[in-house]
């Protein structure tokens, strides 16, 4: 399909996967975290057995990966719209953009999960505090 073969092209040119590894790399310093917390005994090698372990897998199976997200963007944006977008990373401002990503993605990242728990503590509190003063179980 036509369609298809332009998404191909489109992630290629936009250099997703390399991104998205960088991603995976900014999130190893946050699993490691949660796994800790989950068990309080592993031992630091444990931990980076495991992360590498994972980055491996998700290196090896880069092309299931690639195809999934093609189809995705098949579904969502016609043929040219794909084009239009190749266009536009295969640009100056687009090869910054794609440039600039893993930095974007190392810095969002971690401030996001941490964000994201601070608002989850503040709501949990919120539920807590109702169920005490009120009995409300809700």
């Known amino acids: ?10 992630l290629e ?15 190893a310093p946050l699993q490691a975290r949660e796994q800790r917390k989950q068990r309080p005994k592993i031992d630091e090698a444990t931990l980076a057995s495991l992360q590498k372990e994972v980055k491996d897998e998700i290196i090896a199976r880069e092309g ?11 579904r969502h944006f ?6 239009t977008l190749t266009a536009f990373y295969r640009s100056d401002v687009g ?3 794609v440039a600039s990503i893993p930095d974007l993605i190392k810095e969002a990242a971690p401030a996001a999960t941490l964000w994201a728990e601070g608002v ?6 919120r ?3 109702r169920i005490k003063v ?4 809700t």
Not at 78 to 83: G, I, L
């Open 1 to 10: 399909c036509k369609r298809l073969a332009a998404a191909l092209v489109g």
């Open 13 to 27: 040119s936009t250099s997703s996967l390399k991104n998205d590894y960088s991603m995976l790399e900014s999130m």
């Open 64 to 74: 299931e990966y690639k195809f999934m997200i093609a189809q995705i963007y098949e």
């Open 78 to 83: 016609t043929e040219e719209e794909q084009r």
């Open 95 to 97: 090869k910054k953009y």
């Open 120 to 125: 989850a503590a503040d709501a949990v509190k």
């Open 127 to 129: 539920v807590l505090d």
């Open 134 to 137: 009120h009995g409300d179980h």
